[in-house]
């Protein structure tokens, strides 16, 4: 072995170490993919990469009707290419079906397949949307060592996205439970545990308002709710330099102070 190629090769292993993380990059595209679509797609890839220290790997969601949608990109002697997904193509009953019969066999799925579980939601076929984002779920929290921790969580929050899109809040209820002990459950419940914070204080900012503007002054107004005055000032102030901020607005201010 020539000297010092030792050095060299452990740089590449330290370097292949790096890279060993894939990152999805989605696209939804409604027309057809151009050169320009396809360089904007690589310049991200580059640029993540080389910061993160990532690979990455860009998936483009298309509902156009175009037979051959382009999907490579040939410059120099690079060759760029992104995996090209058919919503009008994919039926999401098929999908689920065939992912639940591996699964039941002890097939490891590969993360290639569970990609398409995100867009379910958008695909053909007759189950309920909310069926289908449920069982989605279901697949992926059974996905083992297909995807990483990371990877796993931005899956959850891709589905869940298209889930508060669809759903009614009865349905949304049954998601939320399913992710319950996940990272993405915890922030949920915190958010909305902070949502109920801010509605609560919302409906006191709302009384302080109609109050002042009955001409009540700020001793009043405490005495009459039992409120610090301190309290009280903070509020008028805040309404005062804004008059077009909301109640809510004006709560979640406070909660953010506090």
């Known amino acids: ?6 050095g060299c090769v452990e740089k590449e292993k330290q370097k292949e170490k790096q890279t060993e993380v894939t990152e999805i990059h989605l696209e939804f595209e409604s027309d057809a993919v151009t050169d320009d679509d396809l360089r904007r797609f690589r310049e991200y890839e580059a640029a993540t990469s080389r910061t993160f220290h ?54 490891p799925l590969e993360k290639a397949e569970l990609v398409p579980l995100l867009l379910t939601p958008l695909m053909s076929g007759s189950m309920e949307i909310g069926d289908r984002i449920i069982k989605s779920f279901g697949i992926l929290k ?35 439970e399913m992710l319950a002990m996940t ?26 308002r109609k109050k002042r503007k009955k001409g009540y002054n ?15 000032k903070e509020v008028a102030d805040l309404i005062d330099e804004d008059p077009a901020r909301t109640d809510l607005q004006v709560a979640e201010i406070l909660i953010s102070q506090s």
């Open 1 to 6: 072995m020539p000297y010092g190629t030792g």
């Open 54 to 107: 990532v690979a990455v790997i860009t998936y483009v969601i298309c509902s156009s009707k175009v037979k051959r949608l382009k999907a490579a990109l040939a410059e120099g002697i690079n060759v760029y290419h992104v995996k090209i997904i058919r919503l009008k193509d994919d039926d999401a009953d098929q999908l689920l079906s065939g992912l639940e019969e591996k699964q039941k066999q002890g097939i």
């Open 142 to 176: 059974k996905s083992g060592d297909a995807v990483t921790e990371m990877e796993l969580e931005k899956m959850y929050a891709v589905l869940y996205t298209l889930a508060d899109k669809f759903l009614s809040e009865k349905e949304l209820n049954r998601v939320k």
């Open 183 to 208: 990272k993405l459950g915890t922030m949920l419940f915190n958010d909305g545990k902070a949502e109920g914070r801010a509605e609560g204080k919302a409906e006191l900012v709302a009384i302080i």
């Open 218 to 232: 700020i001793s009043d107004i405490a005495k009459a709710l039992e409120l610090d005055m301190v309290y009280v």
